[in-house]
Structure formats: structure tokens, C-alpha cells
């Protein structure tokens, strides 16, 4: 069994493996002032414990009266910050906040009465300073304080894919050969990795446990986790120990990443072919034969789908459970795909395909639709209860979210198709700063600035960030990409839309 490739990362020329550089700015960026901005920007929403920073604020609008959770750092919306100053050369936030956000793990967690795993990671914390005592004092928050009560199954995943990136752009082994880090990453996973009554290799999840964090209706085996789950799976990979309880882990992953590259590839892989054999589905199927294996009824499958999808593209949709398919794209889960090899080869060209075929269905007038298409009347009020912030083509419920265009860029870069990158940030590029780096866009193109949106959103400022210093410097990627493992390909049958 070879463990060293699942840490080889994705070439543009087609070698192996990534040379990620000391940053340095291309005259493009340097003579750019919406990139000086953004930097002056990023810079302010540094958070400090005990004269370090440990990570920046989820958002430095002093317009807005509610201040609501905005002041803490995130961890979700840290990882486009840290991946900004690991490609500018200064890692030390990035490294600070691992060590901080580890030692947080390591706290009681009570919500009410009911301990949480000792391996969950928090979603936020907050740095209080007594100036008279001249102390800082951390508060973090595990689910226990957000809307929903809900704990962020996401946490853990992004800090492991964040521990990976420090080790590749910095060249530091020594941080993640700790023995902290590495108990760390085995609590991770145990917590995903442990046996229960699941019949799939997919994580079972509560609605608003990840970036789309308030009921949505993605309860189930949402794609945003299940690949955040295999990105962290492989990278957990290539950083833990040969020692016995390393190899234990290591066993236990391997295992799972068959299974889940598997499921994945195919059961939540859509296109034009796959739509159609949905379509033709037989039901009451009872055997081990049985070709429509989740009893999904037919018609279920929403009208809006069969003029959506083209002859050329794919996509993973965004749920599988029993006699549910949830057809809505997902850009989060799709990208980190993409990047992670979670999708093959022919899947990744096909995603992109979409999105070209798609472009104004998904990026419209401001990149990146978060999930498509939006909810609204009946269907509304049932999955999300009404949610005043979730109304049609707002916020989560179809909004456009500026963060996102990194995780395009990386997806472009990977599949050697820049120029969607390019087209998206050159879109980007023409509102983002005139608007106030605003946290979300509403509207079914993206036109108009969210109705809720924080200004100054720190995400939305190293989102954009990263997608400039990615497309300067395109091995920038591999910090977070990583090439397919041979032997998880699963014998599909290619598809019309894959040649």
C-alpha cells in the first residue's frame, strides 16, 4: 500500500508535485490599488492575543448597529485570510492560530446538559482585553452560542486542510510532528472515522453545520462536507506519524477513501446521461440487483433541472439519501472537488463545463452563487421555516458570495482553465471595491449588494486576494490541491458529457 501519493499534488505541466515559492507580487498586482486596499484592509482585521495574531474577524464594518458574532474569528472564514499571508511570506498568524484553535479543542464543551466529541473543533472564538488588568481572555464558541445551536462539522476539516497548507508553503514539518497537532488531527477523526448505524461511507449531518449554517434543507449527506471530509481525509494522510497509533488512523483512511471516492463518484455525480437514467428509474426495486439502489421517485426529480443541465457538463449534486436526491448545485462542495481530486479528471473538465455553459445562471454579475437555484413560496416556508434572511436569490438561499472566487480560481488553475478564473475576478474586480468588500449579493444575477451583508467582510477582502496571487503565481495551488490517487478511480462508464 503507497501512502505517498496521496500527497502528490496537481502540475500544470504534468509533473508531480508543487514548488510553492516565498510570495512575491507580479507588477500587475503591485501597481493594482484595489490588491493595496484589500491588503490595508486584511491587515486591520488582525485579532490579537497576548501581542500575537491569532486570526482576523469575520468582518470590520462600523457602519452596521448589530455587531451580532461578526467580531470573532471564524474558523471557516479565517482559512482565505491565512492562505493570503502564507502566499505573502508571513506565516506566523497562520501557525499561531493552529496552536490557538488547538488548545481551544481541548476545553469542556457542554451545550445544556450533553458534552460534545472531544475532537470538535470550535466555530469562533473572541479575544476579550482587560486594559486594567492587562489580560486577554478567549471565549469560544462551539455551536453552544450560534443561531440554531449547531455545531460546525466543517471546523475540524478546514484546520487540518490548514495545517497542510502551513506544511506545504512554509516547508515546516516541525508544526504538525508535534505531538499536540498530531493528537489533534487522530481526535478529527476519530470523531468521523468511528462506527455506527451508517450504511455509507458519507457523513450523516444536521442542516446549518457548515458555511451554509441556518436550515436549508441540506440535513442528510451534504456535498460541502462529504468533500471537505475527503480533502481532510487525504491531507490528514500524508501529515500523520508512522508510529502505532498513526498507522492505525492511516488504515482506517485508506479504507474510507475508497469507499467514499466510490459513493460519490457515483451516486451524487449528475449529468445529461445520468439525468436521464434517473428519469427512466423503475421503483420498489428489492435485491442486491436493484439499479435505482435509493428509491428515488422519479417524479421528484424538480422541472427546473432538465432545461439546467446541458449535454456537456456535470456536477456533484448537493444530497443522496434514501428516495432523496437534492439536484441543487452546490459551489463550495463542487470546487473542493475539483481541488481535491475528489472529482476525476473527466469530472472536473465536466464541472467546468457547467459553469461556462451556465455562467449567467451561476456567476451572473458577481461571482459565485453559493447554491442554484433559489427556494421561494411554498417550498420556502416548508425547508427553511420561513427564514427572513433566507428569502429567493438571498444570502444562502441563492445568493452570490464574493469569498467563493478563490476556490473558482484554484478549480481553474487546476484544470488548466484560467481563463474562467480570469473572467470571474475581471467581474469581481468592478463592484467589490466600490461596494465595500460587501459579505453577499442578492438577486438572480448577483446585481445588488445583500440586504443583511456586513461591509468590510474579511473573507470577501482574502477571497479576492488569493484569487489575484493564485493567477500571478499559479503554484500557489498547491498548498490545497492534490493530484488523483490511481487506485480510487471507480470503473465508470464515461458519459456523453465527459468526451
Excluded at 63 to 79: C, G, I, K, T
Excluded at 300 to 324: H, K
Excluded at 335 to 360: F, G, H, K, N, V
Excluded at 434 to 459: L, N
Aim: hydrophobic share 40%; charged share 25%; with cysteine.
Amino acid at each position: 500500500m503507497s501512502l505517498s501519493l496521496y500527497d502528490s499534488a496537481h502540475s500544470l505541466d504534468g509533473r508531480s508535485g508543487w514548488d510553492t515559492p516565498v510570495f512575491s507580487m507580479k507588477d500587475s498586482s503591485d501597481l493594482n490599488p484595489m490588491v493595496t486596499e484589500a491588503w490595508e484592509a486584511l491587515c486591520r482585521s488582525q485579532v490579537y492575543f497576548r501581542e500575537k495574531p491569532v486570526g482576523t474577524i469575520a468582518a470590520y464594518d462600523h457602519a452596521s448597529e448589530e455587531v451580532l458574532n461578526y467580531d470573532q474569528v471564524f474558523v471557516r472564514d479565517f482559512v482565505p485570510s491565512a492562505l493570503a499571508f502564507l502566499m505573502k511570506g508571513e506565516p506566523d498568524i497562520v501557525k499561531n492560530f493552529l496552536l490557538k484553535t488547538l488548545h481551544i479543542q481541548g476545553q469542556d464543551k457542554m451545550i445544556d446538559k450533553f458534552k460534545l466529541g472531544d475532537g470538535a473543533m470550535p466555530a469562533s472564538f473572541k479575544v476579550l482585553h482587560n486594559p486594567i488588568k492587562k489580560t486577554d481572555t478567549i471565549i469560544a464558541d462551539f455551536g453552544e452560542s450560534a443561531i440554531g445551536r449547531v455545531a460546525p462539522v466543517d471546523s475540524g476539516f478546514w484546520w487540518i486542510i490548514l495545517l497542510r497548507a502551513y506544511t506545504k508553503s512554509t516547508g515546516d514539518h516541525s508544526l504538525a510532528d508535534r505531538p499536540e497537532c498530531q493528537k489533534g488531527m487522530r481526535l478529527i477523526l476519530s470523531l468521523c472515522l468511528s462506527e455506527g448505524f451508517d450504511t455509507f461511507p458519507t457523513l450523516l449531518c444536521a442542516d446549518g453545520c457548515s458555511m451554509v449554517d441556518r436550515r436549508m434543507g441540506i440535513y442528510g449527506y451534504p456535498i460541502e462536507i462529504q468533500a471537505l471530509f475527503f480533502m481532510a481525509l487525504r491531507f490528514a494522510l500524508s501529515m500523520l506519524k508512522h508510529d502505532s497509533e498513526g498507522k492505525e488512523f492511516m488504515e482506517k483512511i485508506v479504507t474510507r477513501l475508497h469507499a467514499l471516492s466510490f459513493h460519490m463518484r457515483s451516486y451524487f455525480w449528475l449529468d445529461f446521461q445520468q439525468l436521464n437514467d434517473i428519469y427512466r428509474y423503475k421503483t420498489e426495486e428489492y435485491s442486491h440487483t436493484a439499479v435505482n439502489k435509493f428509491n428515488v421517485i422519479p417524479d421528484s426529480i424538480p422541472d427546473w433541472i432538465f432545461d439546467f443541465m446541458p449535454l456537456r457538463g456535470g456536477y456533484f449534486i448537493g444530497n443522496v439519501s434514501p428516495a432523496r436526491m437534492d439536484f441543487r448545485w452546490f459551489a463550495l462542495g463542487n470546487c473542493i472537488a475539483i481541488i481535491s481530486s475528489l472529482a476525476t479528471p473527466e469530472q472536473s473538465m465536466a464541472i467546468m463545463d457547467l459553469i461556462e455553459a451556465r455562467w449567467e445562471e451561476l456567476v451572473g454579475e458577481m461571482p459565485l452563487k453559493i447554491c442554484y437555484p433559489a427556494m421561494e413560496s411554498h417550498e420556502w416556508r416548508i425547508v427553511t421555516g420561513c427564514d427572513p434572511k433566507n428569502t429567493r436569490w438571498s444570502y444562502h438561499n441563492g445568493g452570490s458570495w464574493p469569498v467563493l472566487l478563490w476556490l473558482l480560481t484554484a478549480a481553474s488553475i487546476k484544470t488548466g482553465r484560467p481563463q474562467i478564473a480570469r473572467r470571474a475576478i475581471e467581474l469581481a474586480e468592478a463592484r467589490l471595491l466600490k461596494d465595500g468588500w460587501p459579505e453577499y449579493y442578492d438577486g438572480k444575477s448577483g446585481r445588488f449588494i445583500g440586504k443583511q451583508a456586513r461591509k468590510f467582510q474579511t473573507w470577501s477582502i482574502a477571497g479576492y486576494l488569493v484569487a489575484k496571487m493564485m493567477m500571478d503565481d499559479p503554484t500557489h495551488v498547491g498548498m490545497i490541491s492534490m493530484e488523483e490517487e490511481k487506485h480510487m478511480k471507480p470503473p465508470l462508464k464515461r458519459s456523453s458529457s465527459w468526451t
